[in-house]
């Protein structure tokens, strides 16, 4: 029973103290073996991307928006850096107008590329439900 302190009247440190804390904290015992796999969830794997159909146009015209994009981003920030650390406000704002005027060519080269497909996407629709009818 507890005593005025609040204690057992067993010393603290006593060897029965720290083994219920032990059994208390050590919910599991080491494993006798280490076994790396088990230290979290599977890993996935990447799907094979080797047979990829994508026309090449398609990928013509990512690549040049995947190009316009970064060069936009690179422009606009350096410009944006010149103007805040340097200074320089004439060749930051030339450069900083320059990216925002490519993101803006991006924009509308992504509509662009973006309808062009998907009117060329509906037409081989059309022609394959043609040719399903006729035949």
Known sequence: MPDDEGTDG???GSP????????RYDAEPDPEEFEPGNLGPEIPEAPDLTEVEASSEVRYRFW????????????ASVGVMFVAFQGEWELGGQLTLAGLALFGFGYYRYRQTKAVLAE???EEQGESEGSDRNG
């Not at 029965?16 to 059994?23: K, L, R």
């Not at 040049?64 to 060069?71: D, G, H, K, Y």
């Open 120 to 122: 060329k996407g509906e």
């Open 10 to 12: 067993e010393e603290e």
């Open 64 to 75: 040049a928006l995947v190009m316009v994009f970064n060069v936009a981003l690179l422009a």
């Open 16 to 23: 029965g103290d720290w083994q219920a804390v032990e059994q």
